[in-house]
């Protein structure tokens, strides 16, 4: 049965004004029952009713052609727990139980990641004007079906829908997570586990952090000693472990996760954060003496030599190099923390660098203090302080400059959620779950206007991670209330705290190491 559209836009409701669904009570039988709303990042608008979609053994996914990329990724999230083999065709047979994929136009207010979701009795159907829409409604989807559904082996459970419709679109257009790949370098395994795991609450953003004082994460062929030595074994921090991103491995994680309609943004910091790339070619240096390596985490020592013409060449080598690489329109050159660049020569610098990026047909992305640089007008630059106002930055934004929001004390997972815990720094605060929540990346800065705010980001340095299983446990839970102010527009701990407690059982079942908070009641 489908509902017109013009019945369902009668009854539309904001989330906040839905009535609230009857707690279910819980038996031992049966786990709760999930309600529709019972998502994150909350959606826009939940009507629950009708009965629930039960996904059994003869459920097929239709799609058109052009939406077998989600077609594939939905089969594949549903497969392992239900052991079905819910096949993929252009049409259902009459009367078959179904899960419909369909572009179209479904309105302007959804834009290209908005989507409508329908659940019936014998047929849900997810439709979007795009199909980045489309595999936004399938995360939906997935956080709508029994915990059990995210385990990697058969699970007997009653794989029930709730009934209902979901109208839903992000508030901000970028909603990004960081991974720092020269602190300590994740292999490209690790990175698409961390590409599944923030595509499930719609990141659409995965900046990567490939050079630093420690090492160079990226082939770059025209400078090929930035590997050979920056990404040689010991080469991360205390001098465990190394390596880098072959251009290969690169373009195939771009294309993992350009799958999961998530853009990649390379970052290559400069001037300060440089030690790697003048250990591996001393003519970067002002005196042409190659530094000693370092693996011990102190910042701003480092500087490319300003007033040297090898500097511009080597930098439009390596962004013409990148760029080539990257479909994506970002790329982040960094520029935080040039302590040991004279303010006038980072101008200097800024000047020349930040429309190189242009040249190669990207628009430049750095951390905030870029701001300072007329040329900045064109960028886009990553707010990362302690403070609710920043002059240099606001006066940026009415040139033209955009911003995502990062504030270190708020969204920076790489920050320990208390002193107990194990790994982390803590010198922007300790950020407990509430903490990372309760802030607005359209308001934060009192001199910077929603209007500029792009969206915002959380950033994972990785000075104490060594494995997966420090990625997850610091992202987790954070990842998900940043990726929650990214794209809702309510704002509610009390319902961000109750959906969270209820999505801890579908981390356990993905094997995912998150922090339990003590703020959260989890579900078990
Ligand atoms: C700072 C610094 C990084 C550190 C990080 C650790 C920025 C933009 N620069 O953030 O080099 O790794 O803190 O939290």
Not at 248 to 268: F, K, M, N, S
Not at 378 to 389: N, R
Request: hydrophobic letters at 45%; aromatic letters at 8%; proline letters at 7%.
């Amino acid at each position: 049965m489908r509902v017109p559209l013009a019945a369902l836009l009668a009854v539309a409701l904001p989330l906040a004004a839905a009535p609230a669904a009857a707690p279910a009570a819980a038996s031992a039988a049966a786990p709760a029952k999930i309600a529709l709303g019972s998502v994150i990042p909350a959606p826009v608008e939940v009507h629950p009713g009708g009965p629930d979609f039960r996904l059994t053994k003869g459920t097929v996914i239709e799609a058109p052609a052009t939406a077998l990329n989600v077609a594939r990724r939905l089969a594949e999230a549903l497969r392992p727990a239900t052991g079905y083999s819910l096949p993929i065709v252009a049409h259902a047979p009459r009367g078959a139980s179904v899960i419909s994929l369909a572009t179209g136009a479904v309105g302007a207010r959804l834009g290209s990641e908005g989507y409508r979701l329908g659940v019936r009795a014998s047929e849900v159907t997810v439709r979007a004007n795009g199909n980045a829409g489309l595999f936004a409604g399938v995360q939906t989807l997935r956080q709508l079906l029994p915990a059990a559904i995210d385990a990697s082996t058969r699970q007997h459970a009653r794989w029930a829908v709730p009934g209902g419709d979901i109208v839903d679109y992000p508030r901000f257009a970028y909603r990004g997570a960081m991974l720092d790949e020269a602190r300590h370098f994740h292999p490209p395994d690790d990175v698409k586990r961390y590409i599944d795991e923030i595509s499930r609450f719609k990141v659409n953003y995965l900046h990567l952090h490939l050079a630093d004082d420690q090492g160079w994460r990226i082939q770059i062929d025209s400078w090929p000693r930035l590997t050979e030595i920056g990404g040689a074994p010991g080469t991360g921090v205390d001098g465990v472990g190394g390596g880098y991103l072959t251009k290969a491995q690169y373009r195939d994680l771009v294309r993992y996760a350009a799958d999961r309609y998530i853009t990649i943004v390379p970052e290559i910091d400069m001037p300060g954060h440089v030690n790697a790339a003048q250990v591996a070619y001393p003519e970067l240096t002002c005196d042409g003496v190659a530094p000693p390596p370092r693996t011990d985490t102190d910042v701003g020592y480092s500087s490319l030599c300003i007033g040297k013409e090898i500097t511009y060449k080597f930098v439009e080598d390596v962004i013409r190099e990148l760029a080539a690489m990257t479909p994506g329109p970002y790329l982040h050159i960094g520029g935080d923390e040039a302590q040991a660049t004279t303010p006038a020569d980072y101008l200097t610098f800024e000047q020349r660098v930040l429309p190189l990026v242009a040249k190669y047909g990207k628009t430049a992305y750095g951390w905030n203090e870029i701001a300072a640089a007329p040329a900045a007008s064109t960028a886009v630059a990553q707010y990362w302080g302690l403070d609710t106002s920043n002059a240099t930055l606001a006066a940026a934004v009415t040139h033209g400059t955009k911003v995502v929001m990062s504030p270190a004390n708020l969204a920076y997972l790489d920050q320990k959620y208390n002193p107990d815990t194990p790994i982390g720094l803590d010198w922007a605060g300790f950020i407990e779950v509430r903490t990372a929540y309760d802030w607005d990346p359209g308001t934060l800065l009192s001199d910077v206007p929603a209007s500029a705010v792009l969206g915002v980001e959380a950033p994972l340095w990785s000075e104490t991670l060594r494995k997966m299983d420090d990625i997850e446990f610091l992202a987790f839970p954070r990842l998900a209330a940043i990726a929650e102010l990214g794209w809702s527009r309510t704002h509610d701990w009390d319902s961000f705290r109750s959906r969270l407690g209820a999505y801890g059982p579908r981390w356990d079942a993905q094997g995912v190491d998150f922090y339990r908070s003590t703020q959260i009641d989890w579900a078990s």
